[in-house]
């Protein structure tokens, strides 16, 4: 009966022509190499993904900061003029105004409403007793809503005296004057 | 001071191609295996105390081979044993069979029975350091080890009776 003890003996002779010899060697070391460049590949390809996130944040970032950042007043004095009468109609000059049609003016901040007779100074006032400023650069802090007979409802930003209209900024101290004098 | 990987590889390799090549039974598997291991070796450059480096050879080898294994293409391929063959010097040639009887008996054994026995009689490494290699209790090194003995005495007794 052969005993376990001589198992290496046994193996060394049963397994004498298996070897690691340096065929096996220059294998190995070749692909160590395929291995290390592979790697090093790898962490390469593996900063793509982490370069595109940066710049994703970055990107991110910048977009968030722009939007936290105060509107420079001439773009203001832009997307106030346009805003005239946007929010549920179409932009309006203070041509358009149509006296007739003017059902009540209402200002937003303190919800003063005017309506019937006192209208038609108010209108007067904006149309006739104003001046063009569009060169000044104003921030508008208010609005006044103009509804009309046919359901139409004009939102114009205001800062007393002055009106953004779609075609640039008026001045008018009588209508602001005029609508603090108006009882609601 | 560490070893070197030419010798490391000259120290163990080829017992690291031969424990491989008892456990799976595919020659090219057992150099894939060895590879694998000193590959391994070069690349990661482990911190290996010293006298430590064989069993870490041998521990990074039976992972290698536990894997392949398992593999689902391996165990298609080769079903029941592995075609294990001899490979005696060429003066050995033709010696009688019985005297291989033995390692082909220990090829025979279930992988958790083949490793313990080759690591424990062929590259002799103590119960403990086994335990530690494969990460499993000494009692359970001992346990598979008695086993192991008595499923070799009933193959090589049966071969006897044949």
């Given at each position: 009966m052969i005993k376990l003890e001589n198992l290496p003996e046994i193996t060394d002779r049963a397994f004498d022509g298996l070897k690691a010899n340096e065929s096996l060697k220059i294998r190995i070391l070749k692909a160590a190499i395929q291995e290390e460049k592979t790697y090093t590949h790898r962490q390469k390809r593996h900063l793509v993904p982490v370069l595109l996130s940066s710049v994703a944040v970055m990107i991110l970032c910048v977009v968030l900061l722009n939007g936290k950042k105060p509107i420079p007043s001439e773009e203001q004095h832009l997307i106030h003029s346009f805003t005239a009468g946007s929010s549920e109609t179409a932009p309006v000059s203070y041509?358009?105004?149509d006296l007739l049609s003017v059902k009540s003016i209402v200002r937003c901040s303190d919800g003063k409403k005017i309506e019937n007779d006192q209208l038609k100074q108010l209108i007067e006032a904006l149309q006739s007793d104003s001046v063009n400023v569009s060169d000044d650069i104003i921030s508008m802090n208010d609005q006044l809503k103009i509804y009309n007979t046919d359901g139409l409802c004009f939102i114009i930003p205001i800062n007393p005296p002055y009106i953004g209209w779609s075609d640039g900024i008026r001045k008018s101290d009588l209508f602001f004057r005029l609508l603090e004098e108006t009882k609601d | 001071m560490p070893l070197s990987f030419d010798e490391l590889y000259r120290l163990y390799a080829t017992d690291v191609l031969r424990v491989s090549y008892y456990y799976l039974g595919n020659r090219e598997q057992a150099e894939d295996v060895t590879q694998d291991v000193f590959v391994r070796l070069i690349t990661n450059q482990p911190e290996l105390e010293q006298g430590r480096e064989k069993s870490w050879l041998f521990k990074v080898a039976l992972n290698r081979c536990r894997d392949i294994w398992r593999g689902s293409w391996y165990k298609k391929i080769v079903l029941?044993?592995?075609?294990f063959e001899l490979f005696p010097a060429p003066d050995e040639i033709?010696?009688?069979?019985d005297k291989y009887a033995l390692a082909e008996a220990v090829s025979h054994l279930r992988p958790e029975f083949k490793e313990v026995v080759l690591l424990f009689?062929?590259?002799?490494?103590s119960v403990t350091e086994i335990s530690e290699m494969l990460g499993i209790a000494e009692g359970t090194v001992s346990s598979r080890l008695s086993r192991a003995r008595n499923k070799l005495q009933e193959e090589l007794e049966g071969d006897e009776k044949r």
């Open positions: 041509k358009e105004i | 029941g044993h592995p075609a033709g010696t009688a069979a009689y062929y590259q002799g490494f």
